[in-house]
């Protein structure tokens, strides 16, 4: 059984989003987004806490 789906958006100024199952590929690109776009350094149980369950 697949995992639930997932979402993280970023600012709505930026408008980055993503939906995914896999919660380690969604933290890693949340990361890498933060990284790249904001010059942030976030941690997987940041992003865990952004995270919202899609219906």
């Known amino acids: 059984m697949k995992q639930a789906l997932k979402n993280?958006?970023?600012?709505?100024?930026?408008?980055?989003?993503?939906?995914?199952?896999?919660?380690?590929?969604?933290?890693?690109?949340?990361?890498?987004h933060a990284k790249k776009?904001?010059?942030?350094?976030?941690t997987g149980r940041e992003v865990e806490g952004m995270m919202k369950m899609v219906a």
């Not at 199952?21 to 933290?27: A, F, I, P, Q, T």
């Not at 776009?37 to 976030?42: E, G, L, Q, S």
Request: proline share 3%.
């Open 8 to 32: 993280v958006s970023c600012d709505p100024v930026c408008g980055f989003s993503i939906t995914s199952h896999d919660e380690r590929e969604l933290k890693a690109i949340v990361m890498t």
């Open 37 to 42: 776009a904001h010059h942030m350094d976030m």
